[in-house]
Each structure stands twice: as C-alpha cells, then as structure tokens.
C-alpha cells in the first residue's frame, strides 16, 4: 500500500488550485478517489464545470465562499463565511477519520487560517489524524509554519511575471 504524504501549496503566485487538480487527476487515473473543498473561493472558475462531470471520482465542494467584489463584510456575512467554513472543515474531519478518499484537497485553507475563521491548532491536529494512505493538499496564500512542519512537501508559488489577459 502506498505511503500518503501532506503536500502544502502557498504563495501569492497563481496555478496553486490548478497544481492541486493536477494531482488530483494523476490519483484519479490511478483509479483512486478525490475530494476537494475549496474554502473563500472568489472565482468562478470553468474547470470546476469540468470537475462536476467526473463525480462520484472527483467531488468538488466549496464552503465559505465570498461574495465577489466586496471588500468589508457586513458582521452577519462574516458569521455566514465562518459557520459555513465550520462546517466544511467538519467534512473534512470525517473524509480524514473514516479514509473515505484517497485523496484530500483543502483548497484555501491557509488562508481560512490565517484570517482566523479556522485555528491552526484544530488543522493540525485533523491532519495528524490522516490514515496512512490518504494524500492531503493546503493551498493557500499565506506560509504557515505549524502546518508546514506536519508537511512533508512544502512548495512556495509565486509569480515571476504577469500578463494580463485582454
């Protein structure tokens, strides 16, 4: 049986969503199960139109997602945002406890953490709990050390240049 690792995408740069698919797909042509929940999404991304189509193989969910141009929330969206990231996390606590997949992604939980809707310490101590084969992706922006200490690969993304599409 193969060894599962803890695998954390951070950095300003884009394609840390896109790398975590990538992987997610090379799990699922192995004939293996993907879940992914994307936390604070603020786009609307046509590959997820894509990922719906290979469910039950690779299930996408989004909790906390933000609404799009806004920079404040209001207190009421706030509590909205963190009970819905509560509650997603609490999913990913049960795919971790019962292996239910083969593969995790935790897509923006970096940044769940590091803007305080979900404590580090709850994170860490879930992902301690991971079975031995299962694979866990963190994306985020921010660099945490906690977690990248639990991590067994640790990959900074930044952008090296950008050009705005037209």
């Known amino acids: 049986m193969k060894k599962g690792h803890i695998y954390t995408y951070y950095g300003c ?4 969503t896109t790398l975590a698919i990538g992987q997610g797909m090379r799990v699922l042509g192995n004939e293996n199960t993907v879940v992914m929940l994307q936390f604070l999404n603020q786009n609307e991304s046509k590959e997820f139109l894509i990922l719906n189509k290979l469910e039950p193989d690779f299930r996408v969910f989004e909790y906390g997602t933000l609404p799009e141009g806004v920079s404040k929330l209001t207190e009421e969206q706030e509590a909205d945002v ?3 990231i509560k509650m997603g996390f609490g999913f990913a606590n049960k795919i971790i406890e019962t292996g239910e997949s083969d593969m995790l992604i935790l897509d923006g939980i970096l940044d769940a953490v590091s803007k305080g809707y979900l404590c580090e310490d709850t994170l860490c101590e879930t992902l301690s709990k991971k079975e031995s084969y299962m694979d866990i992706i963190l994306t985020g922006n921010d660099y945490n050390e906690k977690i990248a200490e639990l ?3 640790v990959y900074s993304i930044k952008t090296e240049k950008f050009t705005e599409a037209e």
């Open 13 to 16: 740069g884009k394609g840390k």
């Open 151 to 153: 991590s067994d690969f």
């Open 82 to 84: 963190t009970n819905d």
